[in-house]
């Protein structure tokens, strides 16, 4: 179907904008909330008056939140964790847990689905973004580290910190004489017959 955009739509497009999108999302999801309305003629009539509203407000927007964004230069959040030998972690940092340490840290209440990150699962250095409108997406960085060692070990990004870890495992070696393979009792019991004979 498509829709008329009343709102900036993250991934979707900007307000005033016709887009092309499923059904089931515009009608249960896009329509409901007031973020489109379907494209009819006397809808997109009113497209260009739309676009200009939304430009206003998303330039008051941008204004009034690249001053929050500075705030996110320089941000390192820390999480301590408990991780196997290899670096990999024990469950997950969540970006409800970063969403709740941003709130903590500089006072900003943010949404999880704001924040750029998949669940982090190895120790060390992370970066993850934070969207604040469609323009300001200020990038923090996160650090992962075993629980009772000192985080500045850690400061190496995750997936080399990862890959020298599994690279220091001691490599088993086979045993160069294998076991004789079980036989199995059926195959017994015949062997065992033949041999009565």
């Not at 092309?20 to 008056?49: C, D, H, M, W």
């Not at 941008?62 to 999480?79: D, H, I, P, Q, Y």
């Not at 190496?156 to 495992?169: D, F, G, M, S, V």
């Amino acid at each position: 179907m498509e829709i008329l955009l009343l709102e900036d739509v993250y991934k979707l497009g900007r307000a005033g904008q016709v887009k092309k999108v499923a059904s089931g999302y515009g009608r249960n999801f896009l329509i409901p909330q007031g973020l489109a309305i379907p494209a009819t003629k006397g809808a997109l009539q009113q497209a260009e008056r739309i676009a200009a509203e939304a430009n206003k407000k998303r330039t008051a927007l941008n204004t009034e939140m690249s001053a929050v964004a500075e705030k996110f230069s320089g941000l390192r959040l820390l999480f301590p964790a408990r991780a196997g030998e290899t670096g990999k972690l024990y469950g997950s940092i969540t970006t409800q847990m970063l969403a709740d340490q941003i709130t903590e840290k500089i006072g900003l209440q943010l949404d999880k689905r704001q924040i750029h990150s998949q669940p982090l699962r190895l120790l060390g250095l992370h970066k993850a973004a934070v969207r604040l409108t469609m323009d300001i997406i200020p990038e923090f960085e996160i650090v992962v580290f075993r629980e009772g060692e000192n985080p500045e070990n850690y400061m190496i990004p995750a997936e080399q910190l990862a890959a020298a870890a599994e690279a220091a495992q001691p490599k088993h070696e086979e045993a160069a004489i294998a076991a004789p393979e079980p036989v199995p009792a059926k195959a017994a019991e015949k062997a065992e017959t033949e041999e009565e004979k």
